[in-house]
């Protein structure tokens, strides 16, 4: 079965320190990996993308990795700050036959950011 | 990149009435999505919105009770008909564009 697990599930950081968040996937044939950012009451915001050829990719403070081999990546936070307190949500694109690219959804982590 | 503009943002909705949302895009996409979001919850679609087509709803969804329009390249409608406590949740248009998936802001529905 095609899944996107996430861990933790919650995490609370002090500003200013690094956080990294986990995102394991069963999703076979895998197209590409997607984290986003979801602020409470607001629509998810693209953050990465990666292609299974591709190892990291960096948006600022947000670094994510991508293990093709052993279906892993991360999404590595640098200097916390407030405004990084949302969910971040791993999105897994499975080209399964007929289907052109549907995306599993991970849970997500709720990342709370305290001064 | 695209943005999506999505009306209601926010709507109380009396048990047994049916809302429309709207998703309009600044791009040209040929296909739109719509997710639903229940709370706590990640995002599940409920169908995928093709211009000149019908709908195609995922396991879970009917067109009865999510019928979809998309009359242009650049416009949608989702229905949420005869509304219960349920589908209390946050409705997301979608689509992708030049590689990248954009959401709109959601449209936050309570159902009373």
């Known amino acids: 079965k095609n899944q996107v697990e996430q861990s933790p599930q919650s995490l609370i950081i002090l500003e200013g320190k690094n956080c990294t968040l986990q995102?394991?996937?069963?999703?076979?044939?895998?197209?590409?990996l997607r984290w986003y950012k979801q602020d409470t009451g607001r629509g998810p915001v693209s953050l990465t993308i990666?292609?299974?050829?591709?190892n990291t990719k960096s948006n600022g403070r947000y670094t994510a990795t991508l293990d093709a081999d052993t279906k892993q990546s991360s999404l590595h936070i640098t200097a916390s700050q407030l405004s990084d307190s949302a969910s971040y949500i791993c999105?897994?694109?499975?080209?399964?036959?007929?289907?052109?690219?549907?995306?599993?959804f991970g849970q997500g982590t709720t990342l709370q950011v305290k001064p | 990149s695209a943005v999506i503009s999505q009306k209601p943002s926010r709507d109380i909705c009396q048990r047994g009435t049916s809302l429309t949302i709207q998703c309009q895009v600044d791009?040209?996409?040929?296909?739109m999505f719509w997710y639903r979001q229940q709370p706590g919850q990640s995002l599940t679609l409920i169908a995928t919105?093709?211009?000149?087509?019908?709908?195609?709803?995922e396991s879970g969804f009917v067109i009865d009770k999510f019928p979809i329009s998309r009359p242009n390249l650049t416009f949608s409608t989702l229905t949420v008909s005869n509304m219960s406590p349920e589908d209390s949740s946050i409705y997301l248009c979608?689509?992708?564009?030049?590689?990248?998936?954009?959401f709109g802001e959601g449209s936050w529905l309570t159902v009373v």
């Open positions: 979608s689509v992708e564009f030049v590689n990248t998936i954009y």
């Open positions: 995102c394991n996937y069963t999703v076979s044939p895998f197209s590409n």
């Open positions: 990666m292609t299974f050829s591709e």
């Open positions: 999105v897994v694109s499975w080209v399964g036959s007929g289907n052109t690219g549907k995306l599993i």
């Open positions: 791009s040209q996409v040929t296909m």
């Open positions: 919105a093709n211009q000149g087509s019908e709908a195609t709803y």
